[in-house]
Each structure stands twice: as C-alpha cells, then as structure tokens.
C-alpha cells in the first residue's frame, strides 16, 4: 500500500493496527518486522514482560508478587529507512509450592537496540525477589532479614518490597515493583504489600504494575491460595500461599508489547496476512 509520497511501508508478525490522535499506532504482541523506505519520527513504547509470583513451600508463609517488565517511552523517536526486527517478551511463569519457592523472569521485548527487560520472579519462603536487567524487581517472602530487591531508581522500573520476619507465623511477603513505584512491604503477619503502581501512555492504558505479595491463604488481591496473573502488558503475577504448599500457586506475569506511533499518519501494509489495514 502506498502513502502520499508514493513510498510503502509493510509490516510482519500481524500487530494491530489502528488510528490514534490521526496518526497509525501499530500494537505488537508478538514479534514481527516493520519496513520504512524512508525516514520517519514516531513515539514509541517498549514494554518488557511482568515476573511470575513466588510459591509458599513451608506451610503459612508468604510469597512475593512479581516485578512489572521495565517501561520505556522513546518520544519523538528518529527512524531512519530500513527493516526494524520486534521482539516481545512472553510473561513470567507461576510456580506451585510442593515444587519451587520462585516464579520466572518476564522475557524482554526489544526494538531499535532498546530492550525491555523482564520484571523480576517473586520471592518465596526465605527467598529474595529478583531484580532482571533494568526492570522492577519481585516482592521478597517472608526472611531472616527483611530486604527488598534492587530499586532500578524508577528509570523504568522500581524495586520489591520486603516480607516478615515473624518468628512466629503467620507470614507476610513483598509486592512486586511496578515502573510507577516501589512495591509495598507487608502490611501485617497474614497480609502482602501492594504492587508497585503502573504508568499511563499516551493510548490512556495503564502498564506494568507490580503483583500483589501474599500472606497466608491468600495473595493481597483475591485472598485466596492461588495468586492472580497479571491483567495489563508487563504486569507482574501475584505471590501465592496457603497451609497446605501443594495449593500454593502463583499468578503469571503479563507479556510485554511494543507500541509505534507514527508522525503523520501512513497506511501500512501487514504482509503476514492479517487484514487491518490502516488508511489515513
């Protein structure tokens, strides 16, 4: 398809392609290519996938959320002509208790030699939650000594927050980091921090929040044993716990996408076969 200059520009692996504010947004996610034979200026977000929840494998201990996938805005971003590879992260697995205290790190997303790290895994008994590249990291469970994991100062992401140290039980954990502030430590014996806050794009969507932390049954945000999945891209998975490891289960991180806005408007050619076209 051509634009007013007679150039084409094209595009692969199927992203949605829709009209914002009058110019072409294509959603990535998945990873896929775009073609520009000429020069362009677009705003462009790169979102990394969130860290899956911690597992409680002790009984009556709390497990973190994970840490939101790193969020970075390149605003009125040079392109210059050629094919530009998208690479979007899949989100961080869960974990069940009788197995594992820890869930995975998010994938990163990549464009334009930019990267998006991967949130951080949530924490289990006695175990730190993760800080991955330059994400927010995951909640910590429940610990000797009370740590959160490391703070990225809010460049693209924030740190965890820190469990108990309870002697007695029973055990609070640390909410992931989100890319708009720190996760929250426990708030009580029996009950997880909050995850860190998110940050709004230009689209009005919220992204990359971190998971809530979990106390004992429950993970702060369904109060229940299983902690829930992230919900927005980068999101982080919500730390689970009960008396009984084998039902502790952890919520997965969401996966991350790639947002390009282009300034003005074109229409793009999607050569994988998906039928979106955008004319403007």
Not at 43 to 72: H, P, Q, S, T
Not at 96 to 106: A, L, M, Q, V, Y
Not at 251 to 264: F, K, M, R, Y
Request: charged share 10%; glycine share 30%; aromatic share 4%.
């Amino acid at each position: 398809d051509e634009v007013g200059d007679g150039t084409s520009y094209s595009t692969t692996g199927s992203p949605t392609i829709s009209s914002l504010n009058g110019k072409t947004l294509l959603t990535y996610t998945g990873s896929g290519t775009l073609v520009l034979p000429s020069a362009v200026t677009a705003d462009v977000l790169l979102v990394g996938a969130g860290g899956g929840g911690g597992c409680d494998n002790n009984g009556a201990r709390g497990a973190g959320g994970g840490g939101a996938g790193a969020y970075i805005p390149l605003d009125s971003h040079s392109l210059s002509a050629g094919t530009y590879s998208v690479t979007v992260g899949s989100g961080g697995s869960s974990c069940t208790g009788s197995s594992s205290t820890i869930g995975g790190d998010g994938g990163d997303t990549t464009f334009d030699s930019t990267t998006a790290s991967g949130g951080g895994y949530g924490g289990g008994h006695n175990t730190l939650g993760n800080t991955n590249g330059n994400a927010s990291g995951g909640g910590s469970g429940n610990e000797t000594i009370p740590q959160r994991s490391t703070d990225n100062n809010g460049t693209y992401g924030y740190g965890g927050g820190s469990g108990t140290t309870s002697p007695a039980g029973p055990y609070g954990a640390g909410g992931g980091g989100g890319a708009g502030g720190l996760g929250g430590d426990w708030t009580s014996s029996s009950t997880g921090g909050i995850g860190g806050a998110g940050v709004t794009w230009t689209d009005g969507n919220t992204y990359s929040m971190g998971g809530a932390g979990s106390g004992q049954g429950g993970n702060g945000a369904s109060g229940t044993p299983v902690g829930t999945n992230g919900v927005n891209y980068g999101d982080g998975g919500g730390g689970g716990a009960t008396t009984t490891p084998s039902n502790s289960i952890s919520g997965e991180g969401a996966d991350g996408v790639v947002q390009i806005l282009l300034n003005p408007s074109y229409q793009i050619e999607d050569t994988s076969g998906a039928n979106n076209d955008s004319e403007n």
